[in-house]
């Protein structure tokens, strides 16, 4: 069977693409990611570009309030932490033995000095003083005796009438009744004064403090806690210790005859509980904490202190008279040091380094940097700048009377400054 004739034209071959016709299609993607390249491109800068926002403003003034820079007195003042101690505490012992009949006082009674707190038996003391007074009389006849006869022998020997052996027999046994007489004199006066110690009075002025002993008891010199404790409480004193570094400008004032005042403060360092004066220091420095110690009296007319009460203690050493003050408030810290923010005749503010001085309360003096009629911020300074427009709030109030400030033993170092 005859195969089929192909067509002439499968025999033929077909040209190969050419250069441009391959690179086409890849040309064409290519162009394709440039596009979407630039279309993502364009997107994000449209996103990402700033817009505009609402008009600023300009900033608002701060509020706060001004505090006056005034001239007055500043004291200097040494704060202490002190212990409330009596001038004198007595322990009431019986200087005898016997049996308490007695109690007269009561306890917290106020007494003075002289009255009756308790009564011992008397009578075995009343027997002895009679007994004393017995002997005293016995030996004061027997004295009697002796110098008669010794008068009549003093005749005699001047006669010749007795031995001079006999003579001075008599003058030996008159001294020896004299003697006797004597020391029977003195058992008198002894058994007076137990007597006497019979009835227990007050030695001092003070409070009776609770009862040790009750009537009834037996008592004797040697009992340990004796009938009762009486304090004295007006006037009364406080110990307190100040560093070492004090104690020059305090030796001067007391030394010049200068009267320091000291008050006393409650523990908290709000309440004033007496107002009293420096009496002296002691007479060496303890070498473990560098510190002196120092008494101060009060009245204690109120009876607001009290033994072993703690006390802060404000001792005014010295006054500044006329310098330059302002509120401790209105002291700011920084990078320029210390300084505050001036209140301008504009209503800005502009920050004025400053040099400060004694501080005393609320108040500071100003060597330096502000002058009498400035004003100050005292609040409201938080975000305050040089040249910041402000609004005044209110005007600051006149700084109360300083009040003492806790202490620990430190002392302000302010406070050592020298009077000018």
Known sequence: MDQPVKPAYDNLVRPAPTAKEKKSPRRRRGLVLLLIAALAGAVFWW????????????????????????????????????????????????QISGQLIRVVFTEGQEVKKGDLLAEIDPRPYEAALAQAKGQLARDQALLKGSQVDLARYQGLAAQNAVPRQTLDTQVAQVAQNEGTVAADRAAVQ????????????????????????DQGNYVTPGDTNGLVVITQLQPISVLFTLPEDNLQLVSKRLHEGATLPT???????????????LNTFDSQIDPTTGTIKLRAQFNNE?????????????LLVNTLKNVTVMPTAGIQRGAPGTFAYLINPDDTVSVRKITLGVTDGDRAEVDSGLSPGDRVVIDGADRLRDGAKIIIRAEATKPAPPQATPASNSQN???????K
């Open 47 to 94: 996103a990402s570009r700033p817009r505009p926002g609402p008009p600023s403003r300009p900033p608002q003034p701060m509020s706060i309030v001004p505090g006056p820079v005034t001239t007055g007195d500043v004291g200097i003042n040494l704060n202490a932490l002190g212990t409330v101690t009596s001038l004198a505490t007595v322990t009431i012992k019986s």
């Open 302 to 314: 109120a009876r607001t202190l009290f033994p072993n009460q703690f006390v802060n203690i404000r």
């Open 190 to 213: 002894t058994a007076e004064v137990n007597l006497q110690y019979c009835r227990i009075l007050s030695p001092v002025d003070g409070r009776v403090g609770l009862r040790q002993v």
């Open 413 to 419: 170092g302010q406070n050592n400054r020298p009077s």
């Open 263 to 277: 008050a006393a403060y409650s523990r908290d360092g709000k309440t004033k509980l007496a107002e009293g004066t």
